[in-house]
């Protein structure tokens, strides 16, 4: 079954309840995610972001959810309500605007599987930014793969992997 969508959907994830699916859109329009019922599919709600590329991840309890912000050097964490709306709570901005540069592009997103920490890829920065949610504010940044492009951690929390989009290696 088939259903449309806004233009260029990038990355879906189901929340860990299994009662949501969110979808991040990106293309010739603003970029916005939809929350969806994972059973019909049908639209419960949408919502538009300033900027969002690529990275969509959950919290592993609860209904936060987390979104790579472009061009922005952004992280968005939204939350899904219980009226099923989705809400954006809060900004982790990476770099600030009045510094930022076109090097400053923020992709895929991951959580620790604790949910203690956020991993970003920095695309152009070719490495991977950590970010406490609970604060906000950037702990850590080092060096990864060139052009890193997906980050997914090993079931037992200790390791992650990074795939690089620049040079098509596993790191």
């Known amino acids: 079954r088939q259903v449309p969508l806004s233009t260029f959907p ?3 994830a189901l929340s860990p309840d299994g009662k949501y699916l969110v979808i991040l859109q990106g293309g010739y329009l603003p970029p916005s995610i939809t929350l969806r019922n994972p059973e019909t599919l049908a ?10 590329w690529l990275g969509l ?6 209904n936060v959810f987390y979104v790579g912000g472009g061009s922005r050097s952004t992280v968005y964490e939204l939350a899904i309500t219980t009226e099923s709306k989705l809400e954006l709570r809060r900004e982790f901005v ?3 605007a009045d510094t930022r540069k076109h090097t400053d592009f923020l992709g895929d997103v991951a959580l620790s599987p604790d949910g203690r920490l956020i991993y970003v890829s920095a695309l152009f920065r070719n490495s991977i930014v950590v970010i406490n949610p609970q604060t906000g ?3 850590e940044e080092f060096k990864s793969a060139s052009r890193p492009y997906r980050i997914l951690f090993h079931p037992d929390g200790k390791t ?9 290696t596993l790191y």
């Open 10 to 12: 990038m990355a879906s």
């Open 137 to 139: 504010i950037v702990i």
């Open 160 to 168: 992650f992997f990074v795939t690089g989009w620049g040079d098509g």
């Open 57 to 62: 991840a959950f919290a592993p309890i609860g």
């Open 43 to 52: 639209e419960l709600h949408q919502i538009t972001l300033p900027d969002a």
């Open 94 to 96: 990476v770099t600030p």
